[in-house]
């Protein structure tokens, strides 16, 4: 590996969250209320019944208003003070990154804290927990308003996923965290990343369709792992060239 190149981008998943307490949509935990939040996630769910999925999406604020970023996030910020450049690209709407401390930061889903209004486009931050009045209104137009992230089914903000892709492809390491790598375009972000040459790492405690096209696949928490990749594995990939 070149000295010189040590631009970093590293693409998380729900499951950089898990330490924090924040469930994945997968496995035995995933359902909120016998619903199965692929199903909730979607226009077709919130036209059908915005009040249903607006209360999921409450539940969702309040676990993440009451709960922190984990190490792994932590580190992150650690990464980006001591290295520069670092990216995130995070698939993730709980806004972690950012209320840890991270400055590059790509949130290809939107997040959990912005709202968005169904007729007039308008987009806006809102905190509170709970909110006062479901399914939440437009302070302009008075129309329904929706979480601003990106449902199943629906396309991603093409400024995001071009710096997404771009940052991609001028990286020499990234690192793919807590992804199930199912989901597209940002499943494809590790492959691109290997074809222009970067070094790619996995972090995840299970095996995911890209597993086998990484340089290296570690198999743990995030909250554990990327710590120790960080003091034990990373200094040592710059020794190779
Ligand atoms: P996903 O596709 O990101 O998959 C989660 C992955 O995390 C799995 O591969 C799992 O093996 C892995 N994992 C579990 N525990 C882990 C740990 N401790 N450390 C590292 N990896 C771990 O997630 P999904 O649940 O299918 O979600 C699909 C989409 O829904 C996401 O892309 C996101 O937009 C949204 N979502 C966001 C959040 C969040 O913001 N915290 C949570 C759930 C879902
Ligand atoms: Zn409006």
Not at 45 to 66: I, N, Q, S, T
Not at 125 to 141: G, K
Request: charged fraction near 20%.
């Amino acid at each position: 590996m070149d000295r010189s190149a040590k631009s970093i981008v590293a693409l998380t998943g729900a499951g950089i969250s898990v330490e924090s307490g924040i469930p994945t949509f997968r496995g035995p935990d995933g359902l909120w209320q016998g619903h199965d939040p692929h199903q909730l996630a979607t226009p077709l769910a919130f036209a059908r019944d915005p009040e249903l999925v607006w209360r999921f999406y409450e539940w969702r604020r309040g676990l993440v208003a009451a709960s922190q970023p984990n190490n792994a996030h932590h580190v992150l910020v650690e990464i980006e003070e001591t290295l520069s450049p670092l990216t995130i690209i995070t698939q993730n709407v709980d806004g972690y990154h950012i209320e840890a401390g991270s400055e590059n930061v790509i949130e290809l889903h939107g997040s959990l804290w912005r709202l968005k209004c169904t007729h007039c486009s308008q987009r806006w931050e809102d905190r509170r927990h709970p909110l006062p009045d479901l399914p939440a209104r437009c302070p302009s137009c008075n129309a329904l308003a929706r979480p601003d992230v990106v449902w199943f089914g629906e396309t991603l903000d093409p400024h995001n996923l071009n710096a997404a892709y771009k940052q991609t492809q001028q990286s020499s390491i990234f690192l793919s965290i807590g992804t199930s790598s199912v989901v597209h375009p940002a499943a494809e972000l590790p492959l691109l990343a290997r074809q222009h040459g970067a070094y790619t790492i996995e972090i995840n405690p299970e095996n995911t369709p890209i597993s086998g096209f990484m340089d290296e696949v570690i198999r743990g928490s995030a909250a554990d792992e990327l710590g120790r990749w960080w003091k034990e594995d990373y200094p040592k990939l710059l020794d190779t060239d």
